[in-house]
């Protein structure tokens, strides 16, 4: 194996023990994606954690906030490992229940056509 070679491989290893990942957040009037480097088997809370999304957003409680990929929720997200190119998504909570929400938005519908 000639020496290009070698360090060709060396840095295929490297490629793979570490992934590309994002980090997001939004509020109404603010979304911030933070991008990372993180080690390959990095989980997506440990992902939410090295962020560092906690300091701009002191309100996230990342123990309790429910997360997800692109859109997804990950029920356990101290357990799934990320894959290279995923976005982490924290939510924020629901401050209404969407289906009152829909309920009260039809009556309102019905009451102005009746």
């Known amino acids: ?5 070698s360090t060709g491989h060396v840095a295929s290893d490297n490629s793979t023990s570490e992934i590309q990942v994002e980090v997001a957040y939004a ?5 911030v994606i933070v991008p990372l480097t993180v080690p ?4 997506v809370f440990e992902a939410a954690q090295r962020s560092g999304i906690t300091e701009k ?3 996230i409680e990342l123990g309790s906030a429910k997360m997800g990929i692109f859109g997804k929720t990950v029920p356990k997200p101290q357990e799934r490992a990320l894959e290279n190119g995923e976005r982490v998504e924290i939510y ?3 401050i209404a229940d969407p289906k009152e929400v829909r309920r009260r938005r039809a009556e309102k519908a019905k009451a102005a056509r009746g």
Request: proline share 15%.
């Open 57 to 59: 957003f002191p309100e």
């Open 1 to 5: 194996m000639t020496q290009k070679e």
């Open 40 to 43: 390959a088997g990095t989980t």
């Open 27 to 31: 509020r109404p009037d603010e979304q």
């Open 92 to 94: 924020r909570p629901l």
